[in-house]
């Protein structure tokens, strides 16, 4: 059968990640989370108090970096490592998302997330979402979403799932943080978030899990078999 490269971009939390695991577990393809690798290249910067302004300290510190998916069998969920460490849950801490904006937007980060991110897709049979996988990790991929949702139900979900790890989250913090990233990743200079021209774009302000999950299977299936 046929394999493809899935891209799945789109604002801060809304729901990419959650389609992005379901379709690769319908489809039998792997799940990569490419906001996963900023945030680990994050966590690293701000344990080892790197000045990520600087682009020497930057260079020096990615050399120190090593950053592998491994599936975990109970959770059933690929999880990143970060130097052999599993740092899957540490890096969806606020103290992380407060900064990965920032350090998303640095050239030289770019350029070793993306590499990275080229080479697991060259077998394809990949779903990876992120903020410019379609327009430039894999602008030929054979198929694109772009996710969109209200802001508010945005936060309303991301409280929801941040309250349960940390139930002094507030939701102006959550609502500032969202609003914050968005802003950044859509405004850097480097592969802004954007709307690929070929992608599809699925507001999933009003449609269940179930809807979208639906949605994005039967176009799959229309790729891969051509029918
Ligand atoms: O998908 P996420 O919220 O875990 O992503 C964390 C941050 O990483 C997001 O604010 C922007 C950045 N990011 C990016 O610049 N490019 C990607 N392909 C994925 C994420």
Same mark, same amino acid.
């Given at each position: 059968?046929?394999?493809?490269i899935?891209?799945?971009?789109g604002?801060?939390?809304?729901g ?10 319908q489809?039998?393809y ?14 690293y ?27 975990n069998?109970?959770?059933e ?25 920032? @350090?998303? #937007?640095?050239? +030289?980060? &770019? ?7 080229q080479?697991?897709?060259?077998? /394809? ?16 991929a ?21 309250f ?9 913090? @959550?609502? #500032?943080?969202? +609003?914050? &990233? ?10 802004p978030?954007? /709307? ?32």
């Amino acid at each position: 059968m046929k394999k493809i490269i899935i891209t799945i971009d789109g604002w801060s939390s809304c729901g990419k990640s959650t389609l992005a695991k379901q379709l690769a577990k319908q489809l039998g393809y792997v799940y990569i989370d490419s906001g996963a690798m900023y945030r680990a290249i994050t966590l690293y910067f701000l344990r080892n108090h790197i000045n990520w302004l600087d682009a020497e300290q930057v260079n020096n510190a990615l050399a120190e970096i090593t950053l592998a998916f491994k599936f975990n069998n109970k959770t059933e969920q690929s999880e990143i490592y970060l130097n052999e460490e599993n740092v899957e849950y540490v890096i969806r801490d606020l103290v992380v998302a407060e900064k990965v904006s920032e @350090v998303a #937007a640095i050239k +030289e980060v &770019r350029i070793f997330a993306v590499a990275q991110q080229q080479k697991m897709g060259e077998e /394809k049979g990949i779903v990876m979402d992120g903020r410019d996988i379609g327009t430039t990790v894999f602008p030929d991929a054979e198929l694109k979403f772009f996710m969109t949702a209200d802001i508010a139900v945005r936060v309303q979900r991301r409280y929801i799932e941040m309250f349960g790890k940390n139930p002094n989250t507030s939701i102006d913090d @959550v609502k #500032a943080n969202l +609003e914050m &990233r968005d802003y950044i990743d859509s405004n850097r200079e480097i592969s802004p978030l954007r /709307k690929a021209a070929d992608a599809i774009e699925l507001d999933n302000t009003s449609i269940t899990i179930e809807e979208q999950l639906q949605i994005a299977f039967k176009l799959a299936k229309e790729k891969i078999t051509g029918k």
